[in-house]
């Protein structure tokens, strides 16, 4: 079946540290991959995404690269602000066309000033 | 604001009881899709409904339901409630039922069964 296992922290790191939080998958065909985020009392928020392999999904600092080889698509940061304190969860969506999402536990970060 | 509404945004409720959980999705967006956010499960994704059609189902229980009304907006029902149903149930919505349009999640109603 389709699954998703991330590190499952929690994460602290100090202001300004590169960040990267670890996601692999098992996934019949050629799922998408979907980085999510859920900051404190809030819904999920879409961070990234990436559709076929090798393609890099980025925004706001953060990126993370879809590797069939590894089935893996971690996720990098290069410097963690304060703000970036949330859970991070890593996410299939299973090939075939439905856009039901496999996630992964979640990840806690805190970011400390 | 993701334009996802859930309401209620908190339910306690007794065993045994039932409850309705409501979601409007974004303007324009015909897919819903339930989650239940639990400490030992994690997310899980419940049901998907597409213009009102039940499009897919994933570990929803028999004493759960969902419909999708004309309107769009979507219904989850639970009843005969177990402390183990206490959780947070998301409601997310997209635009397509298919493809990798990305969904939009509500800030969930967190329901406590005591």
């Known amino acids: 079946g389709n699954s998703v296992t991330q590190m499952e922290g929690p994460v602290t790191l100090s202001e300004e540290a590169f960040l990267t939080i670890n996601c692999t998958y098992t996934?019949?065909?050629?799922?998408?991959l979907f980085w999510y985020v859920q900051y404190p009392g809030e819904g999920l928020q879409l961070l990234l995404k990436?559709?076929?392999?090798?393609d890099k999904g980025s925004n706001k600092g953060f990126e993370a690269t879809y590797r069939k080889e590894t089935t893996s698509f971690h996720l990098e940061k290069g410097s963690v602000q304060v703000s970036d304190s949330a859970v991070y969860f890593c996410a299939l969506s299973p090939p075939g066309g439905s856009e039901k999402l496999v996630f992964g536990k979640g990840t806690k970060l805190t970011v400390n000033p | 604001d993701s334009g996802v509404t859930q309401t209620p945004k908190h339910l306690i409720t007794a065993t045994g009881q039932r409850v309705t959980l409501r979601c409007s999705p974004r303007s324009g967006d015909l897919s819903v899709y339930w989650y239940q956010q639990s400490l030992d499960q994690g997310l899980q994704f419940l049901i998907q409904y597409y213009n009102g059609e039940e499009r897919a189902k994933g570990n929803i229980l028999e004493r759960f339901s969902a419909q999708q009304f004309p309107d769009l907006h979507s219904e989850l029902n639970l009843s005969s409630l177990e402390l183990g149903d206490s959780a947070l149930y998301f409601c997310?919505?997209?635009?397509?039922?298919?493809?990798?349009?990305?969904?939009?999640f509500g800030q969930g109603t967190r329901l406590t069964v005591v």
């Open positions: 996934a019949t065909g050629y799922p998408s």
């Open positions: 997310a919505s997209s635009v397509t039922g298919t493809g990798n349009t990305e969904a939009f």
């Open positions: 990436a559709t076929k392999a090798d």
